[in-house]
């Protein structure tokens, strides 16, 4: 398992770090009221656990990925399951959630 905890801009150290796992597929962990996110790991939930130990609350963390081939940003994720926030599914429902999340992500990697 290769996290790496991100609170700016991506680094080449870190993106090697992060591809260990899935290679070019990267994990995304995100806390979207600090801007904090956990890349890379197996699971969304490793990211989502060092986050949570770094002082996060659980609801402002989501889950995606980006394909550093191709550049696409997905929002789909085991921990994006919560339906005390009306979040049924994997996927990112709340757009302005979705639409944070990947403006985020686009800053970080530089996109």
Same mark, same amino acid.
């Given at each position: 398992?290769?996290?790496v905890? @991100?609170? %700016? #801009? &991506? !680094?080449?150290? %870190?993106?090697?770090?992060?591809?260990?796992?899935? !290679?070019?597929? &990267? =994990?995304?962990?995100?806390?979207? =009221?600090t801007?904090?996110? @956990?890349?890379?790991?197996?699971?969304?939930?490793?990211? /989502? =656990?060092?986050?949570? %130990?770094? !002082?996060?609350? $659980?609801?402002?963390?989501? +889950? +995606?990925?980006? %394909?550093?081939?191709?550049g696409?940003?997905?929002?789909?994720?085991? &921990?994006?399951?919560?339906?005390? $926030?009306n *979040? *049924?599914? $994997?996927?990112?429902?709340? $757009? #302005?959630? #979705?639409?944070?999340?990947? =403006? &985020? @992500?686009k /800053?970080?990697?530089?996109?």
């Amino acid at each position: 398992m290769a996290t790496v905890f @991100v609170k %700016d #801009k &991506i !680094g080449q150290n %870190d993106l090697r770090t992060a591809c260990q796992d899935y !290679g070019d597929f &990267i =994990k995304i962990t995100l806390d979207l =009221k600090t801007d904090q996110m @956990v890349i890379g790991g197996q699971w969304h939930a490793d990211g /989502e =656990k060092i986050l949570l %130990d770094s !002082g996060c609350r $659980q609801e402002n963390i989501w +889950g +995606g990925s980006i %394909d550093l081939a191709s550049g696409q940003i997905d929002t789909i994720a085991l &921990i994006n399951i919560r339906p005390s $926030q009306n *979040n *049924n599914s $994997q996927e990112i429902l709340d $757009q #302005k959630i #979705k639409t944070q999340f990947i =403006k &985020i @992500v686009k /800053e970080r990697f530089g996109l």
